[in-house]
């Protein structure tokens, strides 16, 4: 496990060093720039419909990250990711994304239903640096949390913070959402500060039914659909 001491830290998009080095990032558009060919990310590079968002598509930012759809050979290292930026916050305790059930097999969970999706950041050689996914409401019907949204350090400094959630925003409006909902805690000062500039408005409280209201202590929610 990664300590937050300089050496080999791993943090969440949430830590304080992720909200210096990400510059705020403009709303969504029904465009978007992808690849749309070379299973490296390689292929040539063409605008798209939001709608067409929806498969292991690519993403290619500046410095060679690239963003692309959870698959299982991701797992081990997203929950380890995670789980290492959790304990970094004090937040390894029941009730947060820690125990997760499906932690361990997240491209199962987010597989297992088309309106459910998972997004890694990678590098040039297809190590995962952290990701964020999109699942149902329950109880509602246009309502999607945007959930664990984590990074390794070294996916810091490419707004990579901002391109998730673009991301996640164009799959929610493709799939008919209506609005994004997304928990978190007040000692992630970045994640709350990324989430305010990326135009989510904080709630009062956790939204009837959730699953990690009892731990987390901020919320927010932002309306996606597109015109």
Known sequence: MEREDGMN????????????????????????????????????????????????????????????TITASHDAEIA??????????????????????????????????????YFVVTDHSGRPLGGAGLAEVAGTTDTAELQKLYLSDDAKGHRMGYALIERIEAFASA???????????????AANHI?????FHRLAGPLAGSVHGGAMDRFYMKDVMMS
Do not use: K, W
């Open 175 to 189: 799939h008919g959402y209506r609005q994004l909902y997304v928990e978190t805690h007040h000692r992630m000062a």
């Open 195 to 199: 989430y305010l500039r990326s135009g």
């Open 80 to 117: 380890r990711i995670i789980r290492a930026n959790l304990v970094s916050f004090h937040l390894d305790i029941p009730g947060t994304a820690y125990f997760d059930p499906e932690l361990d097999h997240l491209s199962a969970f987010y597989g297992s239903r088309a309106d459910r999706r």
């Open 9 to 68: 830290a791993t943090r969440a998009v949430g830590s304080a060093g992720a909200a210096n080095s990400e510059a705020p990032h403009t709303s969504v558009t029904a465009v978007t720039t992808v690849t749309t060919a070379g299973g490296d990310g390689s292929g040539p590079v063409g605008m798209v419909d939001a709608a067409s968002i929806v498969g292991p598509s690519f993403l290619r930012d500046s410095d060679g990250l690239t963003i692309v």
